[in-house]
Nanobody, 121 residues
């Protein structure tokens, strides 16, 4: 089984910054993409950022220029540096790994349990 554990959430004032981390454990053969999603109060889960195996990145328009995603392949860890935070960034943030557990296994999505980020105005 693959387990993802997030850390780094918390309460911050508008304009502040936070750094989220997500570490994977378990049997992982290969990781395709690592990413972050979020779900605000009364909203559906939405895409935030993704980093591919080759380092290519994608961001939601709402966070582009403020958030930076990075990965440490050796540690199976992904980070999300969040700067210039706004109250509308308040949400539970979930990390996502698309990976496979063996050479002949299919790529599957795994999710963390979520970490709360609250931005006060």
């Amino acid at each position: 089984q693959v387990q993802l554990v997030e850390s780094g959430g918390g309460l911050v004032q508008a304009g502040g910054c936070l750094r989220l981390s997500c570490a994977a454990s378990g049997s992982i053969f290969s990781i395709n993409t690592m990413g972050w999603y979020r779900q605000g109060p009364g909203k559906q889960r939405e895409f935030v950022a993704r980093i591919n195996y080759d380092g290519g990145t994608n961001y939601a328009v709402s966070v582009q220029g403020r958030f930076t995603i990075s990965r440490d392949n050796a540690k199976n860890t992904v980070h999300l540096q969040m700067n210039s935070l706004k109250p509308e960034d308040t949400a539970v943030y979930y990390c996502n790994f698309n990976c496979k557990r063996g050479m002949w296994s299919p790529y599957e999505d795994y999710w963390g349990q979520g970490t709360q980020v609250t931005v006060s105005s």
